[in-house]
């Protein structure tokens, strides 16, 4: 099990170096345990990239993580209390664990930025030598699957 886990987190990172988003990458990476396509995955994470739709908030790292836990462990009763507090506990321990080992969830603080980025900034950088050099973004992916496989790996 481990080593198949190791393998997702490459792949988590193999997706990010292709060009795909933070989110997407990650929930890519584990979709097919859910019964999802890597392509779905990477539809329902499309918006959360650049810290949601470029906006520097939430890291898209995070939100793909978010994105697994509601796979995971998600309701689809809405009357279902218990069920909407097992996702959100597994919620605030994933982020939690990133901010511990990350410093902050926030995609602006991660990228050293002052602030979010105002609404109207919504074209991407290119993907090159100098935005990988550029940015810890790659490092994040690979920090929430990381922590994604080791929830997985001790899930009772």
Do not use: W
């Not at 988003?21 to 995955?41: K, N, P």
């Not at 939100?63 to 069920?83: E, F, K, P, W, Y």
């Not at 919620?91 to 969830?105: H, I, K, P, Y």
């Not at 991660?110 to 973004?137: Q, T």
């Amino acid at each position: 099990m481990v080593s198949e886990l190791e393998d997702r987190v490459q792949k988590a990172v193999d997706l990010f170096m292709q060009g795909y988003g933070c989110a997407q990458s990650v929930a890519a990476a584990f979709s097919d345990l859910y019964g999802f396509t890597e392509e779905q995955a990477k539809l329902v994470g499309a918006g959360f990239g650049g810290g949601v739709g470029r906006l520097r908030m939430m890291c898209g790292a995070v939100s793909g993580m978010v994105i697994l836990a509601g796979m995971d462990s998600g309701q689809t009763d809405g009357a279902n209390r218990q069920g909407k507090a097992d996702c959100y506990k597994l919620t605030q321990d994933l982020v939690q664990a990133f901010r511990e080992e990350n410093g902050s969830v926030i995609c602006a603080e991660l990228l050293g930025l002052k602030g979010p980025v105002p609404a109207g900034h919504f074209m991407p950088a290119e993907r090159n030598a100098e935005y990988y050099k550029a940015r810890p973004c790659v490092a994040k992916v690979e920090s929430a699957a990381r922590i994604f496989a080791s929830y997985l790996a001790n899930k009772e």
